[in-house]
Structures are given as C-alpha cells and as structure tokens.
C-alpha cells in the first residue's frame, strides 16, 4: 500500500529521525526550532466509528502542531487512545499518545508502546491517570503498576537502550519523543519544581501542564523552574482552555482533580452577560501572559465540549505570529479516503 | 442508602489507609524524620554488619520472624505496608505505598488545595507529608532519585532480609 518509503537501511516503514532528533514528528521539529508551539485534546468519541475520530481532529488542521489523544480522562471509558492515535497517523496528523497508569500493567503498556510506534506515532505522554472514583465506572480495579515516573524512565529504555524493562531485546526501538505532565498549580508547591526536575531525570523531553488559570502562581513555578536550569532541558507547553460559564467552572473544581480557578476568575464569568464570549477572552488572555514568561514553549489547548473554539482562540492570542502549521493539502486523500484504505486493508487478504 | 464506599476497589496495596489517623505516630514520625532516618541507617547497617550470621542462620528460616517484627514496628511508626523494599529514606519517612495510587515517585497531580489526597479528601497527601519530613532529614534530596518500578512478588517479605539478597533477583 502506497510508495515504500526510503532512507532506513531498507525498512520501508520507518524513516530515520532528522538529525538531532529523537522522533520523526512534526512537534518535535517545530519546538527544537524554537517555534512556540500550539497542541490541542482531542476528546475521544464513545462510538467505534472512525468518521467521529477524524472528524473531531479536522477540526485542529491548520491551527495545532499535535493532537492529543486522551487515554480514559477523568476515568471515563471511551475509545482508546493507541486506536484515535492509529486512525489519525492514517490520516497525516501528528497525534500525542497519552498512556495512563491507572488502567495497564507494565506487559500492557511496553506492548501498547511499541504497537503505537508501529503506526506512526512519534509523541507519547506518559500520565499517573485520575483515580477511578472520579469516572463512570469507580468499581474497576485501579492499577497502578508503574507511576508516571518509571513509565518515563520505561520508554526511554525501550528507545534508547532498545530494551524491554525485563533487558529483552527489541529489535526496532520506538522512535518517541517523551514527554510528561506536570501539575504547577496543586501542593505541594515547593516540590512541583523538584518533580519536574525528576521527571526530566526520567526521560521526559516535553512538558504538558494542567490548566492554567492562575498566571501569578505559574510565574512563580517557572522562577523556580528556569533557577533550576529545567526550562533549557525541556520543552514546556503549558495546559489553557476556555470555561464556558461560572457553574462550569465551579464544577470542574469541585470534580475535576487537580484544577485550580481563583475565585476572581469564577466572579468575571458570573458577571459577563455572554459568559461564553468572556471564557474564550480570559483564555486569550491567559495565552498572551503566558507567551510573555521566560522558558515557556508553547501552549496546550484543553477545550471540553468547545473544539470549535480553539482555532479561534489561537488566532486572537496570536501565538503563531503568521506561521502555519501543517494542514493536509487540498487533494489530498479525504477523511473517507482514510476510512477507505482501513476498510481495503481488511479487504484485500487479511482474512481475520 | 448511606453511600457504601468499598475502599478496596480503590487501594492497589490490598488495604485502605486509615483516614482517622490523621496525626498519630506516622505524623510524628514525618516530624522526626531526621532522627528516625539516622535509626534506620543504623538498623540497615546492622543488618549488615550481621548478614554473616543471618546467612548462617539461613535467610529463609528467619523471614517469618523478620517479617512479623517489621510489621509490628513498622506497621506502628509507618503505617508500613509490607512492600518488601522500603524507601522510606527516600520519601521524607512517609510510606509511599499509603498513596492509593501507590506512588513512590512523587505526588500526582490531583492533590487538594488543603494538601490532602484527591482520592481520599480526609487523608493528608503521602506526599505533602514526605516533603515536609524530606526538609528535615540529613539527605534531603534523597527524594529526587527515581525510584524503580516496584516489585510485586516481595510484597509481604522483609525489607530488612531484603537488603542482604541480590537486587533484581528473586524475592
Ligand atoms: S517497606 Fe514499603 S510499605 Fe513498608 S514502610 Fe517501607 S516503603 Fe512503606
């Protein structure tokens, strides 16, 4: 299927990283540019119609420089985050493995690691996960296996040592660019720095933060941050998003762990007569204070249930400063086309 | 109904901690992390220094006592859980395996503006705690190593025992 691809040692399928590089994505290549970067979550579908993940990511193209695939968020089932990152490769976008802690074991996550890679994934986000009381289902057993820690430390040994946990050898390693999120906003305060700091020992070469809606706290952090000598060691793209009114707001605080909205925010929402409006302006806001602090490289955009305001507010924060990030060029095969090589694949002799 | 909160479901080390015990001897015990750090050196180099006699003994005919003093003492200090490769010298004398999420890197990310935990809102963080007791033990940056993956078939053995056989290799 398709023209083989050329330049690594013969293997059709996987092209070297560029030179300096760990990974062959399009993130990766725009952050050691020194470019700020823009990512943005994708919320997966509860539907086994590839259509809905494609859809939902379209939405993005032209604006974001990776698509987060969320693996369970918040401990609620829906499609899983290797299969959104597999159909969206598919497509040419350039899609954040996210892998959560809570719900494999180390045998499940090196497996799923490698199968990622082997579709064309080149960036993963290795998260401890939400606790299984605050999702739809909080009977599951927890697992908790690894923490995101030595989840980082599991996969740079699988890329860089070319090796399982157990020492096993792996033939081709996943060409990965690592990352790990951070939390600047919970306490213990003084230690979120020293965590960052292990996380990078880890592996960690990107940093994705929780939502920001404190800026002062953040300037604090990152003072400690850039003491620390981290933000020259890392890529730090840090977590925003628009509140679509006062009562969202409350209820993400109240249920959603480890947000953190100063009440001064809640009160702007209460008192705007389009609380909507006023949510996507505090969120650009936010982005242009953000752009202003030392060491920061790019945003990550959180918009639940409001993926259509993204583009939007990446466009009025100006965080781009005109550049264009990558869109499938017009002609190109379409969403169905991308359904249809699926549908060909099964067809043409995988007899299941 | 009275909601009927099964903590099972949510504790991977097979036990609940113990909410109320929100001072008690494993508060004091972050509060006097240092010295308890410096006993616990001693006790490991005793182990030590002793491991010709102990493997005279036989490791295998001691892990009973061992493991039932350990939990006795431990259990008492730590709320030790028996995870049969203790840290504690490395998390501020604050037992990572209370963390229901079984973290023994660091705290998550959920943690509560008050510093207790996301999953059990009336426990403090294992966390915030061993950062407090971190500040005043000796090797205060212990608490910056990464700590490997835990072993789950030493869970219930001796951490003591454990110091004299061969890391990496059968509990
Ligand atoms: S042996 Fe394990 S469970 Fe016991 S106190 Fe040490 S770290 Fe905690």
Same mark, same amino acid.
């Given at each position: 299927m398709g023209a083989p691809m050329s330049g690594n040692g013969g293997k059709p399928w996987a092209p070297s990283p560029p030179p300096g590089h760990v990974s062959r994505g399009r993130l990766e290549r725009v952050l050691r540019s020194g470019q700020f970067a823009v990512t943005a979550e994708l919320n997966p579908p509860? /539907?086994?119609?590839p259509g809905e993940v494609l859809r939902r990511a379209a939405v993005f193209e032209g604006w974001v420089d990776g698509v987060n695939a969320t693996d369970g968020s918040g401990a609620n089932c829906h499609m899983s985050s290797v299969a959104m990152c597999a159909l969206m490769t598919r497509a040419g976008y350039s899609p954040v493995l996210q892998v959560s802690c809570r719900d494999y074991n180390r045998i499940a996550i090196q497996g799923n690691v490698l199968g990622a890679a082997a579709l064309g994934v080149s960036n993963i986000l290795c998260l401890t996960g939400d606790g299984v009381q605050v999702g739809d289902q909080p009977e599951a057993k927890p697992v908790f296996d690894l923490d995101s820690i030595s989840l980082l430390a599991t996969v740079k040994q699988m890329r860089?040592? &070319?090796?399982?946990? /157990? &020492?096993r050898k792996i033939t081709e390693p996943p060409r990965l660019f690592i990352g790990a999120s951070e939390n600047p906003f919970a306490p213990p305060y003084e230690f979120r720095p020293m965590r960052l700091a292990k996380k990078l020992a880890a592996g960690a070469e990107f940093i994705q933060t929780q939502y920001c809606f404190d800026v002062p706290l953040l300037e604090r952090f990152m003072a400690r941050v850039r003491d620390l000598g981290l933000d020259r060691r890392c890529f730090i793209l840090v977590g925003v998003g628009p509140l679509a009114s006062a009562r969202t707001a409350r209820w993400m605080r109240a249920n959603v762990p480890g947000v953190h909205i100063p009440d001064a925010v809640v009160a702007r929402l209460e008192k705007a007569g389009d609380p909507k409006a006023e949510g996507k302006r505090i969120c650009v806001e936010i982005i242009r204070q953000i752009r202003a602090i030392p060491g920061i490289s790019g945003v990550h955009l959180m918009a639940y249930r409001q993926e259509e305001a993204v583009c939007e507010i990446v466009e009025e924060s100006g965080v781009l400063a005109g550049r264009k990030p990558w869109r499938r060029p017009a002609g190109a095969a379409s969403d169905a086309a991308a359904v249809m090589t699926l549908d060909e694949a099964l067809e043409s002799g995988v007899d299941d | 109904m009275p909601a009927i909160r099964n903590p099972a479901a949510y504790e991977p080390q097979g036990r609940a901690p113990r909410p109320a015990r929100k001072g008690g001897l494993p508060a004091w015990s972050v509060r006097h992390a240092r010295f308890l750090a410096r006993l616990y050196a001693v006790s490991c180099a005793a182990v030590n220094f002793s491991a010709p006699l102990l493997r005279r003994i036989g490791l295998e005919r001691l892990e009973g006592a061992a493991a039932l003093l350990e939990r006795e003492t431990k259990g008492r200090f730590f709320d030790c859980r028996m995870c049969g490769q203790c840290v504690l010298s490395a998390t501020g004398m604050s037992? @990572?395996?209370?963390c229901p999420k079984a973290l023994r890197n660091g705290p998550c !990310?959920?943690?509560?503006? $008050? !510093?207790?935990?996301?999953?059990? @809102?009336e426990m403090t963080c294992v966390w915030v705690r061993a950062w407090e007791g971190a500040q005043r033990m000796q090797a205060e940056d212990a608490i910056l190593q990464v700590q490997t993956p835990i $072993?789950?078939?030493?869970?219930?053995?001796?951490a003591w025992l454990a110091l004299l056989r061969p890391i990496g290799g059968k509990p």
């Open positions: 509860d /539907s086994a119609d860089d040592e &070319g090796r399982f946990l /157990s &020492g | 037992c @990572p395996m209370n !990310g959920g943690v509560r503006p $008050d !510093g207790g935990c996301e999953i059990y @809102p $072993d789950h078939r030493r869970k219930g053995a001796s």
